[in-house]
């Protein structure tokens, strides 16, 4: 649910049982002998543009082939899609890819090992039907009628209807309008069809996390130690582990990837603190001859991205905020206005406006060439929220009409 292949490892790194794009942390709780008493995985940073993209030679995550690889074809007929990856817009691209990974076995291990945690066939259904509806919605294309925003497959809404047990009219409604409040007023402002699309995408991802957060979340009340009594027990040991890849450049760097980057940034500014500066300086205290070891100090690269007011971080909130249409250039302009002099800040426009995050050689990760980030890339994903009215509306005719599904 959380690996794909990527183009410089996918079947090795993820054999270790944590993906280069789901990021978790696992503390297992030892009894006094020795053995695992129990457990708790977190998750963070689940790379949620894959859903909708990929670049060249990557897969989407692994759990859309595996379904259309391996599930049985009642299922696929119930599910109305195809075993054909390159059918559905948001995984055609990985859908081309030479993989050597056995994604029908993989299949039959996952629903194993779901019923071996403790889901019921009705759940494992849900969660197909979920990564189904996923499919679907990429296929989805917007058009206009004079003034009017239309679906022009309205087949597919059918489909998403039924697989999300929501009226087709609701769905529909979900995907062509947002609610907006005014004052005391709440009212259905209609999409263009760009805003549509987007909203379209942001339902995707939105549904696919919901989904990987619930099933995370099911296995951990499984997992979690039962009936602890420090009195009987003893006291707790913990041991943590942390898993997360290394700083990564690709040919387009996702807001996601910008965030694994800064992640390293930070573990290497500590790194650095602690084994680095600190060691040296006892060193020095206590006269112990030594060579200088020189290092690079990244706070500079920390407070690019960090720093209150000034950093990339904080000119996507406030363009994300901004008042009126949020465009890529507001984001651009807020950058090239705070950042323009900083030495590690490059900016040059291009078809999509794009910036260059520099990092001199003696950094941590070794960059040999600055890598370049798109605006566009950025600034949606941090617009997702704003977008998402169409998940409340879907969760409220679900729930009107059948309950409410767990994963939403």
């Known amino acids: 649910m959380g690996g794909g292949q990527v183009n410089h490892n996918s079947i ?16 297992s709780l030892v009894a006094r002998r020795g053995t695992p008493s129990g457990g708790h995985i977190s998750n963070y940073l689940l790379e949620k543009s894959r859903v ?5 030679g990557e897969r989407s995550f692994h759990s859309f082939s595996q379904l259309l690889r391996g599930g049985p074809e009642s299922l696929l007929r119930s599910l109305h899609i195809q075993k054909d990856p390159k059918a559905y817009a948001y995984i055609k691209v990985g859908g081309q890819v030479k ?13 194993d090992a779901m019923k071996v945690i403790g889901f019921t066939s009705e759940e494992t259904l849900t969660a197909y039907k979920i990564l189904a ?11 206009v009628d004079g003034d009017v925003i239309l679906i022009q497959n309205p087949k597919v809404v059918s489909v998403i209807g039924e697989l999300l047990s929501t009226p087709e009219d609701s769905v529909e409604k979900a995907l062509l309008f947002r609610t907006v409040a005014t004052g005391r007023d709440v009212i259905d402002k209609q999409h263009t069809a760009q805003e549509a699309g987007y909203g379209r995408d942001a339902l995707a991802k939105a549904m696919y996390e919901r989904l990987f957060c619930w099933i995370v979340g099911r296995i951990n009340d499984v997992i979690e130690v039962k009936n602890y009594d420090a009195r009987v027990h003893g006291k707790n040991t913990v041991i943590g582990v942390l898993d997360i890849y290394g700083f990564e450049i690709f040919q ?3 807001f996601e990837q910008f965030c694994i980057n800064y992640c390293n940034e930070k573990l290497q500014q500590l790194f650095i603190q602690l084994v680095l500066k600190q060691e040296q300086e006892e060193y020095q205290r206590e006269g112990i001859p030594w060579k200088h070891i020189d290092y690079f100090n990244n706070q500079i690269i920390v407070d690019l991205v960090e720093q209150q007011h000034k950093g990339i971080f904080s000119v996507l909130d406030e363009a994300c905020m901004n008042v009126g249409k949020v465009t890529d250039e ?7 206005g705070k950042l323009a002099k900083h030495v590690h800040y490059t900016s040059r426009k291009t078809l999509t406006s794009s ?8 950094s941590s990760s070794d960059i040999l060439s600055p890598p370049l980030c798109s605006s566009h890339i950025f600034s949606h994903p941090r617009r997702d929220h704003t977008d998402l009215s169409e998940l409340h509306e879907l969760n409220r005719a679900q729930t009107k009409h059948v309950g409410k599904n767990p994963t939403l």
């Open 52 to 56: 909708i993209f990929q670049q060249d």
């Open 12 to 27: 090795g790194y993820e054999a270790r049982g944590a993906q280069a794009h789901y990021r978790p942390s696992v503390e």
């Open 99 to 111: 993989s050597s990974i056995n994604d029908g076995a993989d299949f039959k291990a996952v629903a």
């Open 355 to 362: 910036y260059i995050l520099s990092h001199p050689l003696t």
């Open 133 to 143: 509806t996923t499919l679907h919605l990429g296929n989805l294309t917007f058009g």
């Open 330 to 336: 507001v984001f651009l302009q807020g950058l090239n």
């Open 252 to 254: 387009n760097n996702s």
